[in-house]
């Protein structure tokens, strides 16, 4: 008898688990459950469906579900998991009963977080994720005159530039100073916000959201749907609301089989994914994971951080053996005419969590000056003072190349590269694609130069006292 896995989750932590159990174990038994009508689509791509640049939803599609069939996955589509008994080894299934397994791995993935104020059931509140909603949203959109997305995380962003280039009244609100807070800092958001000032869009932040208004408010407007958002700025119109709130993890399945949950909600995995319980291994968004620096778990992750983690659990619950590291979360997204991006700790996170760091500047170009279409490309560079080893990196620019920067300088801290190391690096320089002067290799010896003199100061201090 092949041994059977039982996967709930269909998103990208779940295909890549059933890939990688299939990978271990051709002959395993794979059943996939996901409460959506499809699988291997790209999520990510919504946005940019919205906002023009991509012509159609059906080129988000991956694969289509003969693919899956002819992979030996079964997946069954519009299915709820109710619950999970790890004693027994079994599911239960909605319209199936009780489902025995001998793996299972749960990649429930996230939801947004309720934004817990009153008129959250009014119809004209947009929570971004599943394709067929979106397919229906878009229509909505062509006849929206004025839209309100609520906190300017990372799919935010996304919606706001969106909006606004299909020509919709956009304001942005946002409890923090600035947007993406949470991951940016304020230099880096500067041009970003500029640029969406230019698209016409209202940013509003240090605002906080107190009510969504419409038709259960009493006020005549019986329709049932949303047609102003109050705030502690006023009240702003609106046809139509994007909630962009932060990711929670789905938990509840886990939880109430007492599978043990972290700090953050997620569930806590070793380095091969595998949860507290027997046979139970997790992935995505629903689990936790380390930083690599800090030890401090983090959840909610990405997309291609989901998949890899699948990958990870999937290939040790096929048999096989496979680890997933502490992660150092490289990041990048345009936003407004921008592509800002990093890799672990920028200033205000490192401020928030009391690490000390010196930093290294440097406004460089993508290309040779002289080329067509040069842009500017921002890079600051954070290193721990002393050893100068990199402990974080953030980027703002006009597109080429803050992705491979990203991914890069992930790797540089991973592998303890100091200023130092960065400030001696090759690089390529060919007009076209990449300037003489490479920006992280300007930035990293300007950081040595002012650790230097931070130094020299402080020496002078001491010899003076
Ligand atoms: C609009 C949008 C834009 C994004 N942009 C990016 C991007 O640019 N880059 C990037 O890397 N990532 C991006 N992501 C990915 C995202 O941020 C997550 O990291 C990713 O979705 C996590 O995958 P997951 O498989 O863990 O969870 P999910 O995608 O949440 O999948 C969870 C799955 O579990 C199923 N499920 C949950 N509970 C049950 C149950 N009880 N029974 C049966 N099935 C259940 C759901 O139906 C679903 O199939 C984007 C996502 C969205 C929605």
Known sequence: ?????????????????????????????????TQYEDVAYSPCGIPYVHGGEIPDFERLFLAGKQAYVDAGIDVH????????????????????????????????????????????DLGGLYYVKNI?????????ISETKSAVVVEAGPLGLEMVTA?????????????????????????????????????????????????????????GDADGKVRAVRTSGGEIAADLVVISTHKTPENTLAKAAGIKLGSTGGMIVDERM?????????AGDVVEIPHGLTRTPLQGLTGSHAYAQ???AGTNAGGGDRTYRAVYVPWGTPAGKWVIGGASFGEATATAL??????GEAQGI????????????????????????????????????????????????RFGMTLHDLSTMENVYSPAIGALNEPIVVAATNGVASARSAGGARIETARKA
């Open 366 to 413: 993508s290309r040779a000056r002289y080329y067509p279409d040069v842009q500017p490309v921002k890079v600051k560079l954070l290193a721990e003072p002393g050893t100068l080893r990199l402990i974080g990196a953030q980027m703002v620019g006009g597109g080429e190349g803050i992705k491979e920067r990203a991914d890069f300088l992930a790797q540089a801290i």
């Open 274 to 282: 595998k949860t507290s319980a027997p046979n139970v291994w997790g």
């Open 77 to 120: 589509y519009e299915t709820e998991v109710t619950a999970i008994d790890t004693a027994a080894k079994t599911v239960t299934v909605t319209g199936e009963g009780v489902v025995p397994y001998d793996n299972l791995i749960i990649a429930t993935g996230w939801n947004y977080a309720d934004p817990g104020v009153p008129g959250g």
């Open 163 to 219: 909006l606004a280039h299909r020509g919709v009244e956009t304001h942005l609100i946002d409890p923090s100073p600035y947007a993406l807070s949470m991951m940016a800092d304020p230099d880096i958001m500067a041009p970003v916000e500029e640029s969406w000032r230019e698209l016409g869009v209202h940013l509003h932040f240090n605002t906080t959201l107190e009510a969504f208004i419409g038709g259960s408010d009493g006020l």
């Open 132 to 140: 067929r909603k979106a397919m229906e949203w878009d229509k909505v």
């Open 310 to 312: 699948g990958k990870t």
């Open 1 to 33: 008898m092949p041994r059977k896995t039982v996967i709930i989750g269909g998103g990208a932590a779940g295909l890549g688990s059933a890939g990688g159990v299939k990978a271990a174990d051709p002959e395993a038994d794979v059943v996939v459950y």
């Open 354 to 359: 009391g690490i000390p760091y010196v930093k």
